[in-house]
């Protein structure tokens, strides 16, 4: 069978050059110079590999990477930037990408992985062995705190499906507070092979430090002042189950090392013991914190850290999902309102508008206190924005409309005016200015890199730094 990999670059010269030398070496390649193209082609061909650019004329590759994903057959997808970041490479990987390359990496490197890529598909199709098909939605029917049908949040359920057939890997979750992280966890412990054994959840931030050892790994007679017995820790109860340590990033330095020896020896030791015992958990690890910026303030240990990145899983805040907070208020609705007897309608507009409207910084824990609220306050069967608390309400206020004209004032084939921007008062930040406006002239300038730039006043290569910088 034909080895196909699809191009998306609207660079027309780069891609040409890399189009050429692949069917050289026997790929079969086609190129795509946006988003769109791209995924209609992808839609209605299945292809091996995606050779993705990061900034496209509508949209950026980091936001095609999820459709991509939820193809059947998936493609595999090698990810291509002009100015390569750690923080893009990360978000790249987590998902769904294969591999993060620069494109000031030789064009010779970037064939020679995608041949690589070849070589392990080829493999696999003789060994008759399909890539598995992740059941994603199943997490969701069991588990309706990961309801959605947002990009980022089926590719969550995808690589949660992924991961429960694989009982013996290390996973690491992350996202903001609220997002979801326990409920993942035991998701993926109950899709898993070890759904009959025990599930327990260990909070770093609650282990007294003092006694943050005892409790992981418990302790023998006589240990310490008090140990008046043999105690199992967290870890021995845990037996072949799923040990959850959340909130990994406040734990201990000393207990990161002793944690590190574990998930590579698979063996422990009671505190004051000498006999082995072997580790038979599999180790889920969540953190709402930047691990990585803890390893860059060295509060966090690199190796450790390395050692629970082998399966990132990203649990995207509320505020970038759509309008699946409907989704979840609609479901909250419901339980909450069987709960109390209140058989509730669907949620009125003015509701929905409100809830759209409104950021929720507490993500998904603060929404369903929100709808849970609601549905107590409502006077019959639907709820009103009465019911809803200021916070969300004061969500609609208008923003004020900022016009900056720009530096270029006239560009070939740009629409003419000023570029206009709306201004939240005591919300946005600095940073949150220079993205609009960046948006703004991106979608003035129909994409065009260059014409954007001009109608900024700045270079295309300054444009595109930007550009990474916000993740448009």
Same mark, same amino acid.
């Given at each position: 069978m034909e080895f196909r990999a699809l191009i998306v670059d609207d #660079? #027309?010269?780069?891609?040409?050059?890399?189009?050429?030398?692949? @069917? =050289?070496?026997? /790929?079969h390649a086609d190129h795509a110079a946006t988003s769109a193209d791209a995924l209609a082609r992808a839609r209605k061909r299945a292809y091996d590999l995606v050779v993705l650019d990061y900034l496209l004329p509508d949209g950026t590759g980091l936001d095609l990477i999820p459709p991509l994903c939820a193809l059947r057959p998936r493609p595999e997808v090698l990810m291509m930037t002009a100015f390569g970041t750690i923080e893009n490479a990360v978000e790249a990987m987590r998902r769904g990408a294969t591999d993060y390359l620069t494109k000031s990496t030789a064009i010779e490197r970037i064939v020679d992985r995608v041949l690589d890529v070849r070589r392990v598909t080829?493999?696999?199709r003789e060994r008759g062995a399909a890539r598995p098909e992740p059941e994603g939605d199943l997490a969701a029917t069991r588990f309706p705190g990961l309801l959605g049908d947002s990009p980022a949040m089926q590719l969550a359920r995808t690589r949660i499906a992924e991961v429960a057939r694989a009982p013996e890997t290390t996973v690491l979750l992350t996202g903001e507070s609220g997002t979801g992280k326990g409920v993942a966890a035991r998701a993926i412990h109950a899709l898993s092979a070890r759904s009959a054994q025990p599930f327990i959840a260990v909070d770093c931030v609650a282990l007294p430090p003092t006694l943050a050892e005892s409790e992981l790994f418990g302790h023998e007679k006589g240990a310490f002042t008090g140990a008046d017995k043999i105690k199992a820790g967290k870890l021995e109860a845990c037996g072949r189950g799923t040990l959850l340590l959340d909130e990994i990033g406040d734990m201990e330095p000393a207990l990161q090392g002793k944690l590190l020896r574990v998930l590579e020896e698979r063996t422990f030791e009671r505190v004051g013991g000498v006999k082995s015992l072997p580790m038979s958990a599999r180790v889920i690890a969540a953190s709402h914190r930047d691990l990585g910026?803890?390893?860059a303030e060295k509060r966090f240990r690199l190796d450790l850290y390395h050692r629970l990145m082998v399966f990132p899983?990203?649990? $995207?805040?509320?505020?970038?999902?759509?309008?699946? /907070?409907? @989704?979840?208020? #609609?479901?909250f609705a419901a339980e909450f309102g069987a709960r109390l007897g209140k058989r509730l309608g669907t949620l009125p507009a003015p509701v929905r508008d409100a809830l759209r409207a409104y950021d929720f910084p507490g993500n998904v824990r603060e929404l369903k206190n929100v709808i849970e609220r609601a549905v107590i306050l409502a006077p019959g069967r639907e709820l009103t924005v009465e019911t809803l608390p200021e916070r969300v309400l004061a969500g609609r206020a208008a923003a004020v409309d900022v016009a900056l004209p720009p530096v270029a004032s006239r560009v070939e084939g740009a629409a $003419?005016?000023?570029?206009?921007?709306?201004? =939240? $008062?005591?919300?946005d930040t600095l940073d949150a200015l220079e993205r609009k406006l960046l948006e703004e002239a991106l979608r003035m300038a129909g994409g065009k890199k260059a014409r954007a730039a001009a109608l900024l006043g700045i270079s295309r290569f300054s444009l595109m730094r930007r550009v990474e910088k916000h993740r448009l």
């Open positions: #660079e #027309e010269t780069y891609a040409r050059s890399l189009k050429r030398l692949l @069917v =050289r070496r026997g /790929v080829e493999a696999r910026q803890l390893v899983i990203a649990l $995207p805040p509320l505020r970038e999902r759509g309008d699946d /907070v409907l @989704v979840l208020a #609609e479901h $003419p005016g000023p570029l206009h921007i709306a201004f =939240r $008062p005591g919300t």
